[in-house]
């Protein structure tokens, strides 16, 4: 029993670590909920932690990555199977090893089933077969290192899609509805796959090194601190999905706080209304609301190549945000300014904007390499009253100008005018100054802000209407 | 105060909430047996119209409890929420009090009967805690409110007894089974997530839906439910402003019921998609990746 109590502590530990808040309450919550339920049934045990312990769903990913690393599948708990032979994996151009094409057809198997039992004995075997990576392996300690990266690699189950697909449609014709929900169903189980490949990755390393180092290295950050500008592709979707749910937030708030501390003139009849409840003493009197100030936005974006992930998420929320401004005119730029306002009608589909406007809009002129000083310069001159008394200017970008001109004075003027200016930055703090960014040159102009996650971005959208 | 047993293990609530006509897996299962053992509500998150009020209903309805609801809005406040005094009935009271004895002597009398369970009017909170039979309250969309009434509710929450000047406290003989959910347009405070278990209600799995709609629209055959809810699932990974609920998955099914459509094509998805979708852009989005026809 006091085995099963330390590795309690030092889970809740690593969830702390992690960067998930847990109480000492909610600790002594979760050591209660565990001994209700059955230990042997693992999820039980994982709901009755999640419960007590994770009260976040941005934290799901974490929580739940940690949880199988502390509480390992009791059939794969006993140190990889007997019978289990690990080898090196075989050279990539080796497509027909005997053991690749059997887990090849297993896998066909499973996406057309979906048997969940199978997917996990797969993962297995196929980490068993391809995964192990001669050398040092993590912290010099005995045993390979183990790679997911090359398991995929080498297995390519998504080459299984188009097969598996035909014999799902099985004779239905093709290219409609019927393909398209068959295709997201195979999706689905190709990254149930590749998640149980992963999990199975970390868990191997347990096995041979530290728990609490596999703990600290091998997680991924939850999603709201996951930067920008290296966000994985299904975390790029994630952040995505998350930027509609996270505006309606902000747009609730920012309507709860206008709505407050704002009385505006007596509304007379409503009063005397009122004060027929009270024998005709007016009891509390009732004022008309006021009308919310709000602000006009000027937003200028940065949309070359290394940072346009970041302006598309910055466009998205403020697009998904616009009630709450008066007016939003955005401009895009990488050599050449264009005003991007009109891909964003009322009503349109935020994520369509985004992906017609990197086909469409005209931002490039010669070299098509970011160039801060002709930007500038031609905003000043082709919108010069874009900017006025009540304007919010908000630019997007990393202040990199590949040591061309920044416009330092065009700059100076435009932030005169506004009523607010700000400067986005989506990279590190840390590393603004290096190499050909301008940061602190722009900083003593412009007032210039972090901005690298999804908390910091609504954070400051936040503070902006 | 003896501990009411909710229920015996998270098996028995699955076997209940089944018997009540709600499917749930493991984790809510968990979730809603800790919250009977270690008696603390449950904060119950997730998308629109996954069955988070529906929870509430089939917990009541499996053991027999009365469900008390409180439903929340911006601007509750406490006499809404907790009690407050029937003050028209005690002017009454005093008015008829002094026309029948002029002279006043009768005040104190009157003073002390006008502030008691006669005048008081109690609302949700206060009489799931008064209560002495088994009781589930649901306080809905706690989003909703103001930072105030979640202070007032961690107070109730947290004792199970609410004080009441001239009455004196109310303590709850028998503690009630509490559900609070949260559309998470704001975050709760941390000191109300610290008090209450979290149970985080999402899409469900493919099968589990399908059995969903299959007990909930029982005319409805095996085939057509499958790949209803395949179809609802493509259109949740769309990006769309509102995805499709479940509640919205049944609804679809019930269209399509009384349509007497047997089969999921094109022509009839195109047909019965605004069952689903709410939005103008989420019908063009869904058209274009579906491939459906343009509408007429």
Partial sequence: ?465 | MGVPNWFESPDAVTRALASAGYLADTTTATTVFLAGALQRPILVEGPAGVGKTELAKAVASATDAELVRLQCYEGLDESRALYEWNYRKQLLRIQASVASDPGGSAWEQTHDDIFTDEFLLTRPLLTAIRREDPTVLLIDEADKTDIEVEALLLEVLAEFQVTIPELGTVRATRRPFVLITSNATRELSEALKRRCLYLYLDYPSAERERDIVLSRVPGIRQELGEELVRTAATLRTLELKKSPSVAETIDWAQTLLALGIDQLDEAATRATLGVVLKHASDHARAAKELGLPASE
């Fill in chain 1, 1 to 465: 029993m006091s085995d099963l109590f330390e590795h309690h502590i030092a889970f809740v530990g690593a969830l702390r670590e992690a960067g998930l808040t847990v109480s000492i309450a909610e600790g002594l919550d979760a050591a209660e909920a565990i001994t209700t339920v059955h230990l042997l049934d693992r999820e039980q045990l994982r709901a009755a932690y999640a419960a007590t312990l994770m009260k976040r769903q941005m934290h799901r990913a974490t929580f739940d990555s940690l949880f199988d690393l502390y509480f390992p599948a009791v059939g794969a708990a006993a140190p990889s199977r007997q019978n289990e032979t690990v080898r090196a994996a075989p050279a990539p151009w080796e497509v027909d090893d005997p053991e690749r094409l059997a887990i090849r057809e297993a896998l066909r198997e499973y996406l057309l089933t979906g048997d969940d039992q199978l997917a996990q004995q797969l993962a297995r075997d196929a980490m068993a077969g391809f995964g192990a990576v001669p050398g040092t392996g993590s912290g010099g300690r005995n045993g390979p290192s183990w790679s997911p990266m090359t398991v995929l690699d080498r297995v390519s189950p998504r080459t299984l899609m188009a097969s598996v697909l035909e014999q799902f449609l099985r004779g239905q014709d093709q290219g409609g509805l019927a393909e398209q929900t068959a295709r997201t169903t195979i999706e689905s189980r190709l990254r149930r796959f590749e998640d149980l490949v992963d999990a199975d990755a970390r868990r191997r390393l347990a096995e041979q090194s530290n728990l609490e180092d596999v703990a600290r290295t091998g997680i991924r950050p939850s999603l709201d601190n996951v930067s920008f500008l290296n966000a994985s592709r299904p975390e790029l979707a994630a952040l995505r999905r998350e930027i509609q749910p996270l505006a309606r937030r902000l747009a609730a708030r920012l309507a709860i706080q206008q709505r407050r501390g704002r009385r505006g003139p007596l509304d007379f009849r409503h009063t005397i209304r009122a004060s027929l409840q009270t024998g005709g003493v007016p009891m509390q009197t009732v004022h008309r609301p006021k009308r919310p100030v709000k602000t006009d936005l000027v937003i200028i974006c940065d949309i070359s190549e290394s940072v346009t992930s970041f302006a598309h998420f910055t466009l998205s929320l403020v697009y998904a945000l616009r009630e709450q401004f008066s007016r939003v005119r955005a401009f895009a730029f990488v050599d050449e300014l264009d005003e991007i306002t009109r891909f964003f009608a009322p009503g349109s589909d935020v994520v369509e904007s985004v992906t017609r406007l990197v086909t469409e809009a005209n931002v490039t002129w010669l070299m098509g390499r970011t160039d801060y000083g002709r930007a500038f310069e031609l905003f000043e001159r082709r919108y010069p009253d874009a900017i006025g008394r009540r304007t919010s200017l908000l630019i997007l970008g990393d202040a990199r100008s590949n040591y061309g001109n920044v416009g330092i004075p065009n700059l100076e003027r435009m932030v005169a005018k506004a009523r607010h200016a700000y400067w986005l930055n989506p990279e590190r703090r840390q590393i603004w100054d290096t190499g050909d960014s301008e940061a602190s040159k722009v900083g003593k102009v412009i007032e210039m802000i972090e901005c690298r996650n999804l908390a910091q971005l609504s954070e400051f959208v936040k503070s902006l209407a």
